[in-house]
């Protein structure tokens, strides 16, 4: 193979596309003027955390946005899904999807609270309701569902479930703020549901989460719980850790949903593009939503098939990388790939066929306010060529290797 004939791409010797990194999660920042502002206030009101006045507004607005009675507001996803995992009691074993960000699964082993792992449907990558039920023992309290990608998984066939067999079921939220499922808000589904707004989500606090729940008194324990106990001055009734939320992330969040639906619109526009760009391409696909929900579009998903691309998902992730394109491997290698779960499970991957497959298959492509038309189409050229060149692609990643 002449791998001159093509000097476009860099990994055949050209230079790169970009001249400097594009990043899958850049962070989306609304108004800067309002945002200081905001700032500003804070300072002169002496009030930087601790239940402050823009948590406060920040929580009643998420609440009215998903439909939902009560959000409490936390320092981040993760220890919120770890503080809603002990406010509802969840003990010995809890089911969740492998196919997520390895944060679900910690927040149960963080308080020593197995993870069974359960495989996901190829056509949703959403936890499959079928397999849940053969993973229930009588050490089962839970199930947690992800919302992959901001899909919602089958609320209602997980549901059935927990209620036939008296579990709790809870929602990792992260991906899915501004979805819906049946014309409902996320937020509202199971006993509970948890958010992330951390910097690198479309909707961001800086570093930040929550919980919703329509439960008023899992909402009043969590308050107690993100506060050490405290339920009043020197008055502590109850273990709990540090998870508030300070009002820089609040302000930061106010100033995000002012810019809400322009995230979302670019997000949409973005995803259109990249559609319209790849979809026609031999052995990709991108992930598929539901048009008839509200969507936040805020991952670009695409699944390679080697088979019929010619190039792995690992070997055009390098080709992207080398042309300053930072797609990501989401999720690899899977959460019982990962410790401490490897060593607890060598052979959880036999239960897991569908997330072995896909955690070598999908990537994740930029996208963001950061990002528009004109780098879609240069990302959507450098696939092209790479599909056009796959052989000589393959072989220079192999001999660099
Ligand atoms: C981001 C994320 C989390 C963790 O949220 P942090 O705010 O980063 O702690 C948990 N679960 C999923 C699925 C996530 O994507």
Not at 104 to 116: D, G, S
Not at 300 to 307: A, F, N, P, T, W
Not at 336 to 354: D, I, N, Q, T, V
Request: charged share 25%; hydrophobic share 40%; with cysteine.
């Amino acid at each position: 193979m002449n791998k001159t004939s093509n000097k476009r791409l860099a990994i055949l010797g050209g230079q790169p596309a970009f001249p400097k990194q594009l990043h899958v999660g850049r962070p989306n920042v609304g108004n800067r003027e309002r945002l200081l502002a905001r700032i500003n206030d804070m300072l002169d009101r002496d009030w930087l955390t601790n239940n402050g006045p823009f948590v406060g507004e920040f929580e009643q607005k998420v609440a009215d946005l998903l439909g939902v009675k009560h959000c409490v507001c936390m320092c981040n996803g993760t220890v919120a899904l770890e503080i809603a995992i002990r406010a509802l009691g969840l003990h010995g074993e809890v089911i969740v999807p492998s196919f997520t960000f390895i944060a679900t699964a910690h927040a149960l082993q963080w308080q020593e609270i197995t993870p069974v792992f359960c495989d996901i449907d190829p056509a949703t990558h959403c936890m499959d309701p079928r397999k849940v039920e053969e993973l229930i023992t009588p050490r089962t309290t839970g199930i947690i569902g992800v919302h992959i990608w901001g899909r919602p998984c089958e609320v209602g066939a997980l549901a059935e479930i927990a209620k036939r067999r008296g579990l709790k079921l809870m929602f990792d939220a992260a991906h899915a703020f501004g979805c819906s499922h049946d014309g409902k808000m996320i937020g509202g589904f199971g006993e509970c549901e948890v958010f992330s707004f951390h910097a690198t989500k479309f909707f961001n606090t800086f570093e930040g989460g929550a919980v919703t729940t329509n439960n008023d008194e899992l909402a009043a324990k969590m308050r107690l719980m993100k506060n050490f106990g405290f339920a009043g001055m020197d008055k502590v009734i109850y273990i709990g850790t540090n998870g508030k939320m300070s009002e820089v992330s609040a302000a930061m969040g106010l100033t995000s949903l002012e810019s809400l639906d322009e995230f979302i619109a670019a997000n949409k526009a973005n995803y259109d593009a990249y559609r319209r760009e790849l979809e026609s391409l031999p052995g990709l696909t991108m992930v598929r939503y539901d048009e008839g929900e509200k969507n936040n579009n805020q991952y670009i998903i695409v699944k390679v098939d080697e088979s019929v691309f010619g190039l792995s998902r690992d070997e055009l992730v390098h080709v992207l990388h080398a042309e300053n394109v930072r797609a990501r491997r989401y999720f690899y290698p899977g959460c019982h790939r990962m410790e401490p779960y490897r060593s607890y499970f060598p052979h959880a991957g036999l239960l897991l066929p569908e997330t072995e497959r896909l955690c070598q298959r999908v990537m994740s492509l930029p996208t963001g306010t950061a990002v528009g038309d004109p780098e879609i189409v240069k990302i959507a050229g450098i696939i092209r060529t790479a599909l056009a060149n796959a052989a000589a692609v393959k072989e220079n990643i192999t001999s660099v290797k």
